[in-house]
Each structure stands twice: as C-alpha cells, then as structure tokens.
C-alpha cells in the first residue's frame, strides 16, 4: 500500500507543488520502503516549500541517520528544535545520533530536554543512562534506569543496563536480579 500512497502524493504534488505535507508523507513511505536516498529529497522538498516545518526536518535527521550520515542528521535536528522548541521527539533523535557520533555530553543534554518536555518517553531515560555508563558516572546512570523502569516496568533493556551498571558498582546480587528481571 505504500506505493500506492506515493502515487497519491505525487498526485497531490502535481496539483499543487507547494504542497509541504504531501512531499513530508511521500518522505515518510519513501523511507518505510526503504529507499532512504529518495526519502531525503522529498524532506527535502517539504522543507523548501514550507521553512519552518519542524516535523520534516526531524524525519530529514532520520533519513540522514540511516544513511550514516549523522553530522547532517544533528544539524537536521537542530533546525527542527529550533523552529519547535519543545519537540521532544526530535531532541530525543538528537541525543541518539549525537551519542552514536560519541558526543555523549551533548548527547545527555538533548536526553535531558526530551524528558524536561515529555518524562515518560523511558527510551530517553534509557539512552540517558547508557551514556552516563559510558561516561563512568554509573550511580546517575542507575538513576535514569530505575526512571525508565518506573516509565515502564516489563522494560526488559531497561532492566539489563540496570544489571550492566549494579555490576559496575560492584553491587553484584542486585545486578543479578536485574538481570532475572529482564
């Protein structure tokens, strides 16, 4: 059904060729195809017909992120937060690129404002945990475990990285337990 859907927006595209949200949904089928490159240019194009179209330009940051591109995809991210400043979801986006990209500061700081902006996005706590790990600052880092756990308590992921960081703490039964948990 997705290309059939593309055919719609190309339909809708040619009536009308600023037509922001239908090259934005052409984008979306594009990359749910896989067709990652093509996703890109539509983005693209939603954002040239309409600027301030934050939702395009996060799904752009995704698109750029599959395609290892991921500098790009922190810059797509940042134009999206910037239009929309308390779109949780792209400042989420950012923090897992820019912890992939290992700016794991940065990468806490956009963790910390998806959830100044929605707490119970628990992948934010998650994420945010992992890159404290990573940092060594393992007691924060159980911390935002035991958030994510308490956002959602069959969090399987949640509950092994509680384990991984118990473990660190050298707090080995509850890291055992965690780990039954998951």
């Given amino acids: ?9 190309n339909y809708a595209i040619a009536i009308q060729p600023d037509f922001a949200e239908a090259y934005s949904n052409r984008g979306i089928a594009l990359y749910e ?10 983005f693209d194009s939603a954002i040239a017909a309409k600027p301030d179209y934050s939702i395009a330009y996060n799904n752009r940051g995704n698109t750029l992120g599959n395609l290892g591109r ?18 949780a979801q792209a400042w989420y986006n950012r923090g897992r690129a820019l912890q992939e990209l ?3 500061e940065d990468a806490i700081h956009s963790y910390d404002r ?20 990573e940092l060594k600052r393992s007691q924060e880092a159980l911390a935002s475990c035991n958030l994510a756990i308490d956002g959602k308590p069959d969090y399987a992921e949640a509950w092994y990285n509680r384990g991984n960081v ?17």
Avoid: W
């Avoid at 998806?114 to 790990?133: F, Q």
């Fill in 1 to 9: 059904r997705l290309e059939e859907s593309i055919v719609s927006y």
């Fill in 33 to 42: 195809l896989g067709r990652m490159e093509d996703a890109k240019a539509s």
């Fill in 70 to 87: 991921l500098d790009e995809a922190v810059i797509s991210y940042d134009c999206a937060v910037k239009i929309k400043p308390d779109y």
């Fill in 102 to 104: 290992h700016r794991l």
């Fill in 114 to 133: 998806t959830i100044e902006i929605n707490p119970e996005l628990v992948e934010a706590h998650l994420n945010r945990g992992t890159a404290l790990k």
């Fill in 166 to 182: 118990l473990q660190e703490l050298k707090r080995f039964n509850e890291a055992i337990s965690s780990y039954d948990r998951e």
